[in-house]
C-alpha cells in the first residue's frame, strides 16, 4: 500500500522555465492538498483540491501557480517562468475525506526545487 | 501574518526526560490542531491531534494539551526517547481543512 508518491524528488530549473510537480495520493484518497515550505519557515497551504475540482486555492500565488487533480492521473502544481524565490520544497498530501483532521493528512517526501 | 507559531526553535532533552514543545496561535477560529513530526528530506508524518472539545489527548507516549482561553498547545513526550530527535510542527485549522502550520521545533534527544 504505497504512500503519498511525489516526483521528482529533486527539480533543477532555470529562471524563466516550467516547473512540473507531480502527486499521486494514497490508494483510496481523493483529497490532495498542496504546501509548500521555503527555507527556515513552516508549511504553508497553497490549494485543496479533489478529483476534476479546485475546492480552496486561497494560498496559491495569483500568478504563475496553478494546480490540477484529473479524473486520470495524478496531481499536478505547475509553476510557469520561476524566479529564484519559487526555490523551495513542496509538499503534497492526501486525505480520504474532507475532514482530514481526526488522521491527519498523509505527506509525501516532497519534491525540492531549486531554480538557478 | 504568522497565524501559529512555536517560539524555540529548538529543544535538547536527556533521554528519558519529559520533553514539552509549545505552540501559541492567534486565531479564535481555529477548532483543530495536529501536531507531527519531521526528519529531514522526508514529509512531514503525523503524530496526534484534539479539537477544542477536548482539552487534553494522549497516544501512547504523547499528550496535546490545549489551553483554547490561552490560544497554546503543547505536546509533552514521556518518556523522551532518541529516535524522537526531529523537527516538530503543530498545525490549526478552522475547517480541519486548510492548516495553518508553525516553523517548527527541532528536538534533540540526548542518550
Known amino acids: 500500500n504505497a504512500g503519498v508518491m511525489q516526483n521528482p524528488r529533486h527539480l533543477v530549473r532555470r529562471r524563466g522555465q516550467e516547473a512540473r510537480l507531480r502527486c499521486s495520493p494514497m490508494?483510496?484518497?481523493?483529497?490532495v492538498y498542496w504546501y509548500r515550505q521555503l527555507p527556515e519557515e513552516g508549511l504553508k497551504f497553497m490549494v485543496y483540491l479533489q478529483k476534476e475540482n479546485i475546492i480552496d486555492e486561497s494560498g496559491m500565488p495569483k500568478e504563475r501557480f496553478s494546480a490540477e487533480f484529473p479524473k486520470e492521473g495524478p496531481s499536478i502544481l505547475r509553476i510557469q517562468q520561476v524566479v529564484r524565490g519559487d526555490s523551495a520544497a513542496y509538499f503534497c498530501a492526501s486525505s480520504p475525506s474532507s475532514t482530514p483532521f481526526h488522521y491527519g493528512y498523509t505527506f509525501g517526501s516532497g519534491t525540492r526545487l531549486t531554480v538557478v | 501574518d504568522q497565524q501559529v507559531k512555536q517560539n524555540s526553535p529548538s529543544l535538547s532533552v536527556q533521554e528519558g526526560r519529559i520533553s514539552i514543545l509549545n505552540c501559541d496561535y492567534t486565531?479564535?477560529?481555529?477548532?483543530?490542531f495536529l501536531w507531527y513530526k519531521k526528519y529531514p528530506a522526508e514529509g512531514p508524518t503525523f503524530l496526534i491531534s484534539?479539537?477544542?472539545?477536548?482539552d487534553k489527548n494522549e497516544d501512547g507516549r504523547f499528550t496535546v494539551f490545549l489551553n483554547k482561553s490561552a490560544k497554546h498547545l503543547s505536546l509533552h513526550i514521556v518518556p523522551s526517547q532518541p529516535g524522537d530527535s526531529a523537527v516538530y510542527f503543530c498545525a490549526a485549522s478552522a475547517d480541519g481543512n486548510q492548516f495553518y502550520f508553525g516553523t517548527g521545533t527541532s528536538l534533540t534527544v540526548i542518550p
Open positions: 490508494k483510496g484518497h481523493s483529497h
Open positions: 486565531n479564535s477560529m481555529f477548532d483543530y
Open positions: 484534539i479539537s477544542s472539545i477536548k
